[in-house]
């Protein structure tokens, strides 16, 4: 399979690498307007490569190189810096979208692929790329709140002394700030999440479900406050969908993609099976009344954001 991702920055080069890592691209193609940072990712790419798969990675800074790709992954646009919420990003990088879609488009078989949005405010570039595109919504995929949901697992299982493989726990809504975790649905093992801690003998009290939901949210801030920016989680989410769409894993991703009629249409990340055609339905979870006025408010912040473009 051929996979083309657009902008090689931080995200972009440490996405390229994780996804050369699954072994499942025959060809991949750095895209960036920097023709020198695109071909030392792809030489230093290629030199790690030669010790694990047969990958034949190539540089460009011309759309015409990506024809054939069946994913293409856009990554372009200005990061998050510290201090910076992913909202203060949305007038720059709509913009870096709207002239990139196009050209995309331009240079691929619109009726065999699939995009993945890495580009912040994801939920909002989600549906400015799929209104661009005019590409079926189901083939048209943000990462949504999978980071956000492996973060929330990551600490559930510190606390909880398990696997985070053994956990089921999703983080929904925007991958922002008004994001919710679906405390009633989660679950052990099969076991639900309330019954595990009396199981075992764990206090998980509300005071401590507030702290999590707070590291979870606070996380991205705290890493580009001591790094800069934030790349190796989001890449590995990036390769994880990669796979799953590759080998129609069909798994359940808590992905962003346009859902609902018309001018209501709205991406955010809810609960959905993935696999070979890209998104194949869309799952609704057990909420409890606080949870869903949670994911409905987060909903609406999303709208309005889109509204401001």
């Not at 075992?200 to 790094?227: C, D, F, M, W």
Request: net charge positive; glycine share 8%.
């Amino acid at each position: 399979m051929k996979i083309s991702i657009i902008g090689i920055g931080s995200v972009g080069s440490a996405v390229a690498t994780a996804v050369a890592n699954t072994g499942l691209a025959h060809e991949i193609v750095l895209f960036d307007r920097d023709g020198i940072r695109a071909r030392a990712a792809a030489e230093d790419l290629g030199h790690a490569a030669a010790f694990s798969y047969d990958i034949k990675i190539t540089a460009v800074n011309t759309y015409r190189a990506i024809r054939g790709s069946e994913i293409v992954i856009i990554a372009a646009g200005a990061n998050q810096k510290p201090g910076q919420t992913r909202t203060d990003l949305l007038h720059a990088n709509a913009a870096v979208i709207s002239d990139i879609i196009p050209r995309v488009m331009a240079n691929v078989d619109a009726k065999n692929v699939k995009l993945i949005i890495v580009t912040n405010p994801l939920d909002v570039m989600v549906m400015l790329a799929q209104k661009i595109s005019k590409l079926p919504a189901s083939h048209v995929i943000g990462t949504g709140t999978m980071l956000d949901s492996a973060r929330l697992r990551t600490i559930l299982s510190r606390q909880l002394s398990v696997s985070t493989q053994s956990i089921n726990a999703y983080v929904l809504g925007e991958h922002g700030d008004s994001s919710m975790i679906v405390w009633s649905s989660a679950c052990v093992g099969g076991i639900d999440l309330n019954s595990f801690c009396r199981q075992t003998k764990i206090s998980l009290p509300q005071t401590t479900r507030k702290t999590i939901e707070h590291r979870v949210h606070n996380a991205a801030y705290e890493i580009i406050q001591g790094r800069g920016a934030t790349w190796d989680g989001i890449a590995g989410a990036v390769a994880d969908l990669v796979r799953c769409i590759v080998n129609d894993e069909r798994r359940i991703l808590t992905v962003s993609t346009v859902d609902g009629p018309g001018d209501k249409a709205l991406s955010m990340s809810l609960p959905r099976i993935v696999g070979r055609d890209g998104v194949i339905a869309t799952l609704a979870p057990k909420m409890d009344g606080p949870e869903s006025t949670a994911l409905r408010r987060s909903s609406r912040i999303i709208r309005k954001n889109f509204d401001l473009l």
